[in-house]
């Protein structure tokens, strides 16, 4: 019996202690207060970073730090930064000063309650769309942090380099279907294999409004695979007629051959349909295209 009663004794103190301790636990307030490190730092995500930037839907992009040592920033930090033409690399080009504009000549700012902060570049298109180095991805913008309102800028991330192109608002893989016939040639329909992810065609930008038509090159009887491209011209905005031109760069010439269209659905703006009519001669025999 007195063994028992120290035993019980124990359990009864220990209990009281554990609730003792939680208590203290929960009175403390743990959720008031904020977890901080000990250096804030500045730093660029990415040191390499390739942007596209789309004809028609404004030459915009934003140039963005980021800011660590806190849930969140406790005021505005302004971070300095340079254009520094030391870091444009073999077989980069800077981008000249008079294509672009920033938003802040000298400093891009994360504000009170953020962690990135962010600077709109805006680029000259007339400039810019009429330079062929703006399709490669030559022209680049080189920025470096060089002061900033945090404990540190975290080493080798101080610097971004930006590589530069624009796409016609039209680029991009298309799903397709067509027919195809000529004098004495029975009729021959083809279209792309839906149950093959990469059987597409694509449309390559070869200026603001010009693309190349890329032959389906994956599980399909694509006629023109290996055989001929074309040029398509098309509407920046909205819906409206296109027109097809030889590529310099096809063994075969293509021409239009009536009348072609680029469509929006005004119900599903997602869906865009090309109407391409055209013709070309292979070993001899002219074939007359209609696709969709």
Not at 105 to 132: E, H, R, W
Not at 185 to 209: H, I
Not at 258 to 265: P, Q, S, T, V
């Amino acid at each position: 019996l007195e063994n028992n009663m120290h035993i019980m004794n124990k359990f009864f103190k220990i209990t009281a202690a554990v609730l003792l301790l939680i208590s203290c636990l929960t009175g403390c307030g743990f959720d008031d207060v904020t977890p901080e490190y000990p250096t804030k730092s500045m730093h660029f995500v990415y040191q390499d970073y390739k942007r596209d930037i789309v004809v028609g839907e404004g030459l915009k992009f934003k140039v963005g730090v980021v800011f660590a040592g806190l849930p969140e920033s406790d005021r505005d930090r302004a971070v300095k930064y340079q254009i520094d033409p030391s870091l444009v690399g073999k077989g980069q080009t800077l981008l000249p000063a008079d294509y672009y504009t920033c938003e802040s000549d000298d400093q891009i700012v994360v504000k009170k309650g953020q962690l990135k902060g962010y600077m709109q570049v805006t680029i000259d298109s007339a400039k810019f769309v009429a330079d062929p180095k703006a399709l490669t991805g030559e022209y680049v913008l080189p920025v470096r942090i060089f002061d900033a309102d945090a404990d540190l800028i975290t080493e080798d991330k101080d610097y971004t380099v930006i590589s530069l192109k624009y796409k016609g608002k039209q680029f991009g893989n298309y799903r397709y279907s067509g027919e195809r016939t000529a004098a004495g040639v029975e009729a021959e329909k083809y279209s792309n294999n839906n149950s093959e992810t990469s059987s597409v065609r694509v449309l390559e930008t070869v200026g603001a409004d010009t693309f190349r038509m890329v032959a389906d090159q994956f599980g399909t009887n694509d006629p023109a695979k290996g055989k001929y491209s074309f040029l398509i011209k098309a509407p920046i905005l909205g819906s409206g007629e296109v027109t097809i031109t030889a590529d310099p760069e096809s063994p075969v010439a293509v021409v239009q051959a009536g009348e072609c269209r680029y469509d929006i659905d005004p119900a599903d703006r997602d869906k865009k349909t090309f109407t391409l009519r055209y013709k070309y001669t292979i070993d001899g025999v002219e074939y007359t295209a209609d696709d969709r």
